[in-house]
């Protein structure tokens, strides 16, 4: 629920909790908060226990779904070529990744492009700059 919160936003609501309520409230205030975070799990729990028992195993079919669309969330390009067209075998990627990681191109950094140089693209670009059309490609 506050993952997204790091240690400096925490203490900058505790400087602020501190100056706002003062220091003999803060410690009431701090239970009140932790009291309330604690029946608010203790309900979900509850209401997820009481699901499951109602519901029974077609519990576990709603929470299938729920799980997949979970794992589309988190697939990345690579991700889905591993699993659907090398059945979970990433071998064949990491060899790719390591005859790359040993080419250099042109430019002497680490590339995916073949190291032969194109007309068009003799020089870096420019920031906002397009490359140029290379009319005699056809």
Do not use: C
Not at 43 to 56: H, I, K, V
Not at 87 to 111: E, F, I, P
């Amino acid at each position: 629920m506050f993952s997204s919160i790091g240690w400096g936003e925490t203490l900058v609501l505790l400087v602020a909790a501190l100056v706002i309520l003062g220091p003999e409230r803060l410690p009431g205030a701090v239970r009140w908060t932790m009291r309330s975070l604690r029946q608010v799990r203790d309900y979900a729990s509850g209401a997820t226990s009481q699901l499951r028992t109602e519901l029974g195993p077609e519990f576990e079919d709603l929470r299938k779904p729920l799980a997949d669309l979970n794992e589309l969330r988190t697939m990345t390009p690579r991700k889905m070529v591993t699993k659907h067209l090398l059945n979970d075998d990433d071998s064949l990627l990491r060899d790719l990744d390591d005859t790359l990681s040993q080419t250099k191109d042109v430019y002497g950094t680490k590339s995916t492009r073949s190291s032969y140089p194109t007309p068009a693209m003799d020089k870096p670009l420019e920031r906002n700059e397009r490359p140029p059309i290379d009319t005699d490609a056809t």
